[in-house]
């Protein structure tokens, strides 16, 4: 069994930066991306940024130039790098990992994590 865990999340200024890193419980012998979404207060759940294993990445328009997000292939399966923060940016931060398999022969299957807040004031 895999479980996620975020960490991270805090109260920032307006300006300021933030890393969440996205952990990975039990083994994990493949995954095929690692994503990072958010809700905001009264908003629908949306895509932050997504990275593939084989790097491919991308982000929302809201937060290109901003934001950036790297793989890692141990424990800590991904990592969002959070520059220039907005009061919009307030949200609860998820990641999800797609087609997981913890060996060569397991099924492929889906996780997420149970978020962690981020707040930005103004």
């Known amino acids: 069994q895999v479980r996620l865990v975020e960490s991270g999340g805090g109260l920032v200024q307006a300006g300021g930066s933030l890393r969440l890193s996205c952990t990975a419980s039990?083994?994990?012998?493949?995954?095929?991306?690692v994503g990072w979404y958010r809700q905001g207060p009264g908003k629908q759940r949306e895509l932050v940024a997504r990275v593939t294993s084989t790097d491919r990445i991308n982000y929302a328009d809201s937060v290109k130039g901003r934001f950036t997000i790297s793989r890692d292939n141990a424990k800590n399966l991904a990592y969002l790098q959070m520059n220039s923060l907005k009061p919009e940016d307030t949200a609860v931060y998820s990641c999800?990992?797609?087609?997981?398999?913890?060996?060569?022969?397991?099924?492929?299957?889906?996780?997420w994590g149970q978020g962690t807040q981020v707040t930005v004031s103004s």
């Open positions: 039990g083994i994990i012998f493949s995954f095929d991306a």
């Open positions: 999800n990992a797609e087609r997981v398999k913890y060996n060569f022969f397991s099924e492929f299957q889906d996780y």
